[in-house]
T-cell receptor, first 113, second 113 residues
Framework: DQQVKQNSPSLSVQEGRISILNCDYT??????FLWYKKYPAEGPTFLISISSIKDKNEDGRFTVFLNKSAKHLSLHIVPSQPGDSAVYFCAATGSFGNEKLTFGTGTRLTIIP | EPEVTQTPSHQVTQMGQEVILRCVPISNHLYFYWYRQILGQKVEFLVS????????KSEIFDDQFSVERPDGSNFTLKIRSTKLEDSAMYFCASRYRDRGELFFGEGSRLTVL
């Protein structure tokens, strides 16, 4: 039951260029979306989120775009830096009560110096 | 900066043994979660806990699993009789209110032999 999908398991980007990570979801009840970054042997770290009432949210080098009709969101990182190399997880939640997060499978981003 | 702390960082156990993983959530948080990540797979929801009771659990969280908040600060996950397939990273997470980002601990790696 893959309600949140990240179809690219890996992505390599040159330092200084834009990294675009994509995420699709199937559950129309999801109304809040988050991106987490994860280094090996560490817990996920929150990056940025977006509510379904918005289509864009920006925080420094990170911008998340939400296309509700397509059930698609993306994370843009610009400019990409070597420290951005990590696994990025998209997560979604809705007004279900306990607000658990449903995670995607992750995309491993490698920034090439 | 407040953080979620987990112990032990790594536990090796024999199949059939009981394991207790411990977590200290951020002090003013009200919602508590356990997630796990089998190597190379996505982060999976196990259980959520609010107001001293389980609010939701996944199919993974069978009778071998239990959670407890014994003293108002610790939040524990017990696996009564471990199986090989329980080998994973277990992440504790907490949140202050019913929406917003989860804060994750660094994880406890469980290896079942």
């Amino acid at each position: 039951d893959q309600q949140v999908k990240q179809n690219s398991p890996s992505l390599s980007v040159q330092e200084g260029r834009i990294s675009i990570l994509n995420c699709d979801y199937t559950n129309s009840m999801f109304d809040y979306f988050l991106w987490y970054k994860k280094y090996p042997a560490e817990g996920p770290t929150f990056l940025i989120s977006i509510s379904s009432i918005k289509d864009k949210n920006e925080d420094g080098r990170f911008t998340v775009f939400l296309n509700k009709s397509a059930k698609h969101l993306s994370l843009h990182i610009v400019p990409s830096q070597p420290g951005d190399s990590a696994v990025y997880f998209c997560a979604a939640t809705g007004s279900f009560g306990n607000e658990k997060l449903t995670f995607g499978t992750g995309t491993r981003l490698t920034i090439i110096p | 900066e407040p953080e979620v702390t987990q112990t032990p960082s790594h536990q090796v156990t024999q199949m059939g043994q009981e394991v207790i993983l411990r977590c200290v959530p951020i002090s003013n948080h009200l919602y508590f979660y356990w997630y796990r990540q089998i190597l190379g797979q996505k982060v999976e929801f196990l259980v959520s806990f609010y107001n001293n009771e389980i609010s939701e659990k996944s199919e993974i969280f069978d009778d071998q699993f239990s959670v407890e908040r014994p003293d108002g600060s610790n939040f524990t996950l017990k696996i009564r009789s471990t199986k090989l397939e329980d080998s994973a990273m277990y992440f504790c997470a907490s949140r202050y209110r019913d929406r917003g980002e989860l804060f994750f601990g660094e994880g406890s790696r469980l290896t079942v032999l």
